[in-house]
């Protein structure tokens, strides 16, 4: 069977995308890195026939606070002499999701906030509008245990050594394509969790849901698929 047969069935192209922010708060902080790699169906193979990551100009006296640098490795100084403005990204996004896109990511209510509200500062968010997302950390909530970082389904798909977690989004991203290729190999199920995210029961949605997506209460420990619920 080709690889990701049943998305591409629906979808012309797969966009998985990573971001590094001065913080959780998509209200306040800012994305200092977009990272994306654009997958499409090449006779069978799903061929990444683009790449793209760019660190992102911060707003008037903005800065990076020292333990985002420490985690990153991304300073306010490296923003300042290599951060494309905010209207450029934006217009770059919107270049690489146009038409039939199905967008991805690992945790991916947290990055579409951030994305969200980047586009409606500095974009046009109408290119949201009508796209499907796939959160690939609710399909690993499926099928593992806790704990559920990137760098824990690297590991457990056997991936270490070929793609890292570094907390720098290219990498990030990189590597979730890999842990995607893995989970479809384990079960061909992905397209079932379109616009489906969980959430941990005990705290809730973290932030504003979207309202494309449905919610469901998700546990620590795989039973029975969310998608089933």
């Not at 707003?59 to 985002?68: A, D, H, L």
């Not at 570094?166 to 190999?185: F, G, I, L, P, Q």
Request: aromatic share 10%; charged share 25%; with cysteine.
């Amino acid at each position: 069977m080709a690889e990701f047969s049943q998305l591409f069935a629906k979808y012309d192209r797969l966009v998985l995308f990573d971001t590094e922010t001065t913080g959780l708060d998509y209200r306040r902080d800012e994305v200092i890195e977009f990272a994306a790699v654009v997958v499409e169906n090449q006779n069978g193979q799903a061929v990444i026939t683009e790449e793209y990551d760019q660190l992102v100009a911060l707003s008037p006296g903005g800065f990076v606070p020292p333990k985002i640098t420490q985690l990153t490795g991304i300073s306010t100084q490296d923003l300042l002499q290599k951060g494309l403005p905010k209207t450029r990204v934006c217009a770059d996004i919107a270049r690489m999701i146009q038409g039939n896109t199905l967008l991805l990511a690992y945790n991916a209510h947290f990055d579409l906030s951030f994305l969200f509200y980047m586009l409606m500062r500095d974009g046009d968010i109408a290119i949201l509008k009508g796209k499907d997302k796939l959160d690939l950390l609710t399909v690993y909530k499926d099928r593992r245990c806790y704990p559920h970082k990137l760098c824990n389904a690297i590991e457990a798909y056997g991936l270490s050594g070929q793609v890292v977690n570094s907390h720098r989004a290219v990498d990030d991203v990189v590597a979730t394509v890999a842990v995607m290729r893995e989970m479809e190999k384990e079960r061909s199920d992905l397209e079932r969790y379109i616009n489906l995210f969980g959430y941990h029961p005990k705290f809730g949605i973290s932030g504003k849901p979207i309202g494309s997506v449905t919610y469901k209460p998700q546990g620590l420990e795989p039973g029975t698929p969310i998608y089933l619920k």
